[in-house]
Nanobody, 125 residues
Framework: VQVVESGGGSVQAGGSLRLSCAAS????????MGWFRQAPGKEREGVAI???????NYGDSVMGRFTISKDNAKNTLYLEMNSLKPEDTGMYYC????????????????????WGQGTQVTVSS
């Protein structure tokens, strides 16, 4: 499975960005897809995940501001980010996992097996 992110950039606080993640290499198996981020000097954290059935889970810091979605026909994952804050700055990663994440103790844990290279998001005040 390969995933490639795009759509990062620089934006002022209060602005919006939309990230995309193109996935390939599926063998027909269903995957949970997720967005993660990592700021300089900090650990990677879960932003949002979407299961194969469309159910979602968000990190507390982005709840109500970010929306994760996917287009199964295009094998593409999205992250719509609104009301961006400087603390949202970081490298954003797309990831895929064949497991059903909501069955795990920590669904947003960054222990997915497949990762992209990341796309930078910078929010200025």
């Amino acid at each position: 499975v390969q995933v490639v992110e795009s759509g990062g950039g620089s934006v002022q606080a209060g602005g919006s960005l939309r990230l995309s993640c193109a996935a390939s290499g599926y063998t027909g198996r269903r995957y949970c897809m997720g967005w993660f981020r990592q700021a300089p000097g900090k650990e990677r954290e879960g932003v949002a995940i979407i299961e194969s059935d469309g159910s979602t889970n968000y990190g507390d810091s982005v709840m109500g501001r970010f929306t994760i979605s996917k287009d199964n026909a295009k094998n593409t994952l999205y992250l719509e980010m609104n009301s961006l804050k400087p603390e949202d700055t970081g490298m954003y990663y797309c990831a895929a996992d064949p497991r059903v994440r909501w069955l795990l103790p920590k669904p947003l844990e960054p222990d997915f097996p497949y990762w992209g290279q990341g796309t930078q998001v910078t929010v200025s005040s």
